[in-house]
């Protein structure tokens, strides 16, 4: 819990004076509140994901930031102005919207030179700046042709090229890929970020896929039910989750709760009795002793072996109850002697390996950093 | 077996033409008798195009039909315009108060008896001239009015459906892109339902065209229009250039729907064109 702390001070110091500052921002819908007290910094610059299941009030957000809802309380400043009260139509951001939204009335040129006529922009420097854009989402030469003449990949460049032509101060993007097959998805996810590095633009990205959150993402908000659990980079998110359900939410992982028997500065002991053992955790911990808590192991931190490994903490046995070979990795489901399942994860670096099979009895053994401690 | 039972569908295809199509085509081919009684063939001097010839010197037919084409096109005009807004406001503002009472009352003229319908603007038009002396007698201008007030409900009902359709994120889009919300309306909602909006002018026109039980209600002297006009022509018994006239109004009927079908054929044709197109698989 300590490190986490220090760990996203020097984030926030990393990445300089915050551009867009959400501050107490609630939304009600009559009685439900879709959005709860949500206050952030983002940096210039960044790519921000915000990471949630649906109906955990992600998009209702980036509706508010885009000027489609407005807040019930709370106020939403970009580049130190505040615009909570500004009309969409005069904000300095622009939206993605997740079913692209390209009026199907007009050609590929048209749509995104739309917003610069809106602004007054001169003919000519209109159709050099959609000409630039184009080439720069890779679709020089579809001027001419209309949405409907378009592959899902093209329109959804389309889209980007629309929202990105006004250069806005920021960009929000309502799940930008959520679209695409999983080939075309890996591929955009390395341009989208790719053309973001290019123009410098900040990005607001909502998405339920926490892959597509991972890859793109420097900084990932978890949500759940109207609030943020978690702000942190993916790597924060991943290593250490501050609670079970952004442990859960985020990859794979094994959850059992214990008591803490045993707490140290340095170090903690607890006592697990869906292992049947002690679990040793190498960092202290911000709860009482004797309290109850949650302990996060991720299946890939989990060593296997046929022998009993040396040491006396974090040695489990049990007998391997389902395989599942993915090609670069293989995950095993093992069976504890106490009914427990435990997920491992392991890569396949040998190609002619004796692979453990069903029914084998193994010993599992992690490091003593490998466990988080969640107290919620 | 086959056979045989296209030809039991053939001759009811042929009896149901007959039955609604049969009384039209009599029509029309007396239209060409050259008797000056209805129901006598003249076959020695018919065909003829007198009646035709007749029916163009005839200044009051000819001026009671500019009237109706004039009201039908000027209800249209105003049917189509508080039409959509009345849709627009119904399909995008959907937490307004009263707003079931609006969508009860504004297509409620469709179900409402025409003779109550007519009734009730024929009051109404008494009432307004005697306390504020506007309209001065019943005219063109109540007509217009009075069909304008039946015509809009249909045009509510079409342009309505149309904007179900028409999805918000692109209205959405087009303000986030810097369209004010009027600007938003007229290059983007309005041309999306640019198609109902015709139909809706069409179907208007129509029902105030050929409308009867209203316009007799609301009309004055010097404001016969075609459908009265022959009405009463009928009533003194039925003359041979009202054939004629009959014919020409079916003509342009039967052009008028022609057009509106391959209009429809067209965009359908089009729609699955594009339906087509986001289905193909990506590249």
């Not at chain 1, 050099?128 to 003449?149: C, F, M, N, S, T």
């Not at chain 1, 093209?154 to 890929?177: N, T, W, Y």
Request: net charge neutral; aromatic share 8%; proline share 4%.
């Amino acid at each position: 819990m300590t490190l986490e702390v220090t760990r996203q001070q020097t984030d926030s110091h990393s990445v300089g004076s915050p551009y867009v500052r959400l501050d107490g921002l609630t939304k009600k819908f009559g009685d439900f509140t879709a959005v709860k007290e949500v206050s952030l910094d983002i940096a210039r610059g960044e790519i921000f994901c915000l990471l949630g299941g649906s109906g955990c009030g992600k998009t209702t957000l980036l509706r508010m930031l885009a000027g489609f809802e407005a807040p019930t309380t709370g106020s939403i400043f970009i580049d130190g102005v505040d615009v909570t009260q500004v009309p969409p139509y005069e904000r300095p951001v622009n939206m993605m919207f997740q079913s692209y939204a390209l009026f199907p009335h007009m050609t590929v040129a048209q749509n995104v030179a739309f917003g610069l006529y809106q602004d007054g922009v001169s003919k000519d420097e209109a159709r050099d700046r959609v000409a630039d854009i184009l080439g720069l989402v890779r679709l020089g030469g579809y001027e001419k042709r209309k949405p409907h003449q378009l592959s899902g990949g093209e329109r959804q460049r389309v889209a980007l090229a629309r929202s990105l032509v006004k250069r806005p101060k920021l960009l929000l993007l309502d799940e930008p890929l959520g679209a695409l097959d999983k080939k075309l998805r890996e591929h955009t996810q390395f341009e989208l970020v790719n053309i973001q590095n290019i123009l410098g633009v900040t990005f607001i990205i909502v998405t339920h896929d926490q892959e597509e959150a991972m890859t793109l993402g420097t900084r990932i908000g978890v949500m759940r039910a109207g609030e943020i659990l978690q702000i942190g980079s993916p790597t924060d998110i991943y290593e250490f989750p501050n609670s079970r359900y952004v442990a859960d939410f985020i990859g794979s992982v094994n959850l059992v709760e214990g008591r803490l028997v045993e707490d140290e500065p340095g170090h903690v002991r607890i006592d697990c009795p869906q292992f049947g053992c002690t679990v040793f955790v190498d960092h202290g911990v911000s709860a009482p002793a004797d309290s109850i808590v949650s302990v996060a192991i991720r299946p890939e931190k989990i060593q296997i072996s046929r022998e009993c490994p040396e040491g006396a903490d974090n040695v489990v046995s049990g007998t391997i109850t389902g395989i599942a070979y993915l090609g670069d990795v293989s995950r095993y489901l093992v069976t504890l002697a106490t009914g427990a399942v435990v997920r491992v994860t392991l890569p396949n670096i040998f190609r002619h390996e004796t692979r453990l099979t069903i029914e084998d009895a193994v010993w599992l053994s992690w490091h003593g950093s490998a466990a988080v401690v969640v107290t919620r | 077996m086959k056979q045989k039972r296209s030809l039991v569908v053939l001759s009811a295809m042929c009896f149901g033409f007959v039955f609604l199509y049969l009384p039209l085509l009599m029509m029309i081919i007396y239209s060409f008798n050259a008797s000056r009684l209805v129901t006598v063939w003249d076959s020695a001097h018919s065909p003829t195009l007198a009646w035709y010839r007749e029916l163009w010197t005839n200044e009051e037919i000819l001026s009671a039909a500019k009237l109706s084409f004039k009201i039908a096109a000027l209800n249209a005009v105003g049917a189509v315009i508080l039409g959509t807004l009345a849709a627009f406001s119904l399909e995008r503002y959907t937490r307004f108060r009263g707003r079931t009472i609006f969508a009860l009352l504004t297509t409620a003229p469709m179900v409402l008896p025409e003779v109550i319908t007519g009734l009730s603007l024929l009051l109404l038009f008494v009432a307004l001239q005697q306390l504020f002396g506007w309209p001065s007698g019943r005219d063109a201008t109540t007509i217009t009015i009075s069909h304008i007030t039946f015509s809009m409900a249909y045009v509510v009902v079409v342009v309505q459906s149309r904007l179900a359709t028409v999805d918000r994120a692109l209205e959405e889009a087009a303000m986030d892109l810097g369209a004010r919300p009027w600007k938003v309306f007229f290059l983007i909602t309005l041309p999306l339902i640019a198609p109902a909006i015709a139909s809706g002018w069409v179907l208007s026109f129509i029902l105030s065209w050929d409308d009867i039980v209203i316009t007799s209600f609301v009309s004055g002297p010097g404001s016969t229009t075609l459908p009265q006009l022959v009405f009463s022509k009928v009533r003194l018994g039925v003359s041979p250039d009202i054939n004629a006239l009959a014919t020409i109004l079916v003509a342009g009927v039967s052009v008028g729907v022609m057009l509106l079908g391959l209009g429809m054929v067209h965009r359908d044709r089009r729609k699955n064109r594009e339906a087509r197109a986001v289905l193909v698989p990506e590249s």
